[in-house]
């Protein structure tokens, strides 16, 4: 599967997220009517007796069961704000996610060239001795009819390799950076900028801002910070300013996948 398909893949499910707080939001300020219920219940064929509340979102209907494990309550904006903060998480993942596997795609062929054209950040990267042993091993190796098949020992450095680099992140402007350039991307947010129509201090900036964002919820439990006492509070988060930074982190893939096609 191709890097640019999983990222994709992230989105459509940060997007799903926020689709689902818009349907399931409730927009009903009154308690269930006596006389819907009652026919809502024969209609069913449930006991008349069975508590049943209603819940009204945007293009649905909700109807809760006696004994049900949710609450109307639970269907209100700020309860249901849980949806649009695990979709910025998600979406910011899928960006970690994408940056590791377009590294790993590219990282073997890049090894492949001549050891003056491999750069620093490539050059600082280890991989454990034992790795390099098995490679080494495996290079000798030869099956097949007279020994016509080679072994592919930078299958096993590659995936050395991939081991390592997960255990990073690549989320913020300068650990993509850094990732990139190990597989010869070079001048990123220069090239962004220009396939964005803006600066490239903005994307910088406006991926800080993102990802800062997502660290107060993964970090933080996106709870407002207090010098002294105090209820306990959430920061403020709205389902139109995540869908733009899920759009935005898509719009920035693109142009990166773009830059590494060139």
Not at 32 to 57: C, L, P, S, Y
Not at 174 to 192: K, P, S, T
């Amino acid at each position: 599967m191709k890097p640019i398909e999983v990222f994709r893949n992230g989105r459509e499910r940060a997007e799903y997220l926020l689709r689902l707080h818009e349907l399931l939001c409730n927009t009903r300020r009154r308690g269930t009517r006596e006389d819907w219920a009652r026919n809502f219940k024969r209609m069913m064929h449930w006991r008349q007796r069975e508590q049943i509340h209603r819940v009204d979102g945007r293009q649905s209907v909700v109807v809760l069961r006696e004994g049900a494990a949710i609450t109307p309550e639970q269907f209100q904006e700020g309860a249901l704000n849980e949806l649009v903060r695990a979709a910025l998480v998600g979406v910011v993942s899928a960006l970690d996610r994408y940056c590791h596997d377009l590294v790993v795609s590219r990282i073997v062929r890049t090894l492949g060239r001549s050891e003056k054209r491999i750069n620093k950040e490539l050059r600082q990267l280890q991989i454990p001795i034992m790795a390099a042993r098995m490679a080494v091993w495996h290079a000798r190796i030869r099956r097949g009819k007279g020994g016509r098949i080679r072994t592919r020992p930078m299958t096993i450095i590659r995936h050395a390799i991939q081991d390592m680099l997960y255990r990073e992140s690549y989320q913020g402007p300068e650990e993509i950076n850094r990732a990139l350039r190990m597989v010869e991307i070079e001048d990123l947010w220069r090239g962004c900028a220009t396939a964005m129509d803006c600066t490239a201090k903005d994307v910088v900036e406006r991926l800080k801002q993102v990802v800062d964002r997502r660290n107060k919820i993964v970090h933080e439990g996106d709870v407002l910070r207090r010098r002294r006492g105090g209820k306990l509070a959430l920061h403020p988060v709205s389902r139109r300013q995540v869908l733009q930074d899920v759009q935005w982190v898509g719009s920035l893939v693109d142009a990166i996948e773009t830059i590494a096609n060139q």
